[in-house]
């Protein structure tokens, strides 16, 4: 059979109609489904923390162990936490816990649990993160929560239901700022961060790099990074972004420790700032600009009488070493 | 192929296109919104 020239030129019209769509969604691709590792699909989880290489009582956990002289037996406050803070809390637990206090049921996603990781109802260890966190601390689920500083919507909340809560700065760590390793930029000011943020640099090269769009990434809201970049802002406001700009070449933060030493920081590197990179040398010297505290948050009226203990023992010469050999800064 | 049925084709097609780059981009938008951003920013093209 042959095909009359009008059928060919049919043929290719549709052939060039399904090229072009092809086209335009592989280049969406390329440029942005196929970087994104997402934790809430069935097919494609990600979890934001391992807590499995952080259990408690487990011989290959990646925790800080010390001589501790502090042993709780009974009355043993539920700790829950940050994903950056699961180190900490899980070597308070496996430092002054009995054994048993921990039941670790796995990671099993569901559509209320985005992180994947599940434990027992009576597990003196959670893991909320921070979103679920501050509401597990004011409804009294949780005894101690630790975290960074709470978002003004989770001070509200607290308002909201009456509850007071108490904060101790446990430790300090560094708020850092990270673009791609093959990004030529590898030093800014705070005042060109912020810059950034509220919308008055849009292209690298405005900041002596290359000639891209900048991608100022966000986080969750509510989330203790997102919480820390709203508090460094201050009075300036994070604009919208051009919808164009998620192809661009981002810029992101979080926390030194979260990135460096849990999760990972293969591919994207941190930036100086004001000319001193985020080293734990360059934090404890308090030379690095922006450093964070972290608090073990809670209920002033929790009548629990080993959360006085725990946190007077977590300021102690012992509590700060757990600090320490977690990856973070002591306080004092 | 007469050109009614053809254009039919046509729109068949676009369609279907259309109805894929859709829930594509979808997709994308919710994806992104949960995303490891350092994944995603390790993953940039360079």
Known sequence: MRLSFRAVKQILLLLLIV??????????????TGRLSNNFSGTDQS???????????????????????LKLTEDLP????????????AAIVDNVYPKGSVVYEGGVFSDDNYYGENFAADSKMQYKNTVRGYRAIVDGETDILFCAAPSSEQKAYADEKG?????????????VFFVNQNNPVEDLTVEQIRGIYAGEYTNWSQLGGANRVINPVTRLSGSGSQSAMDAFMGERKIAPKSPLAVVGASIGFSFRYYMEGMVGDEGVKMLSLNGVYPSAKNIRNGSYPIIAEFYAIYREDNENPNIPVLVDWLLSEEGQQIVEESGYVRIN | MKHRVFLGIVLCV???????????LLYAIC?????????FIAKELW
């Open chain 1, 163 to 175: 509850v007071k809560l108490n904060y101790v700065p446990i430790g300090r760590e560094a708020f």
């Open chain 1, 19 to 32: 090229v072009l769509f092809a086209a335009f969604n592989g280049s969406v691709y390329m440029l942005l």
């Open chain 2, 14 to 24: 676009v369609g279907i296109c259309l109805a894929l780059t859709v829930a594509h």
């Open chain 1, 78 to 89: 539920v700790l829950d936490g940050a994903a950056a803070l699961v180190p900490v809390y």
């Open chain 2, 31 to 39: 994806a992104y919104q949960h995303c490891s951003i350092i994944q």
């Open chain 1, 47 to 69: 979890k934001m923390v391992d807590v499995k290489k952080f259990l408690p009582f487990e011989s290959e956990s990646e925790l800080a162990r010390i001589d501790s002289s």
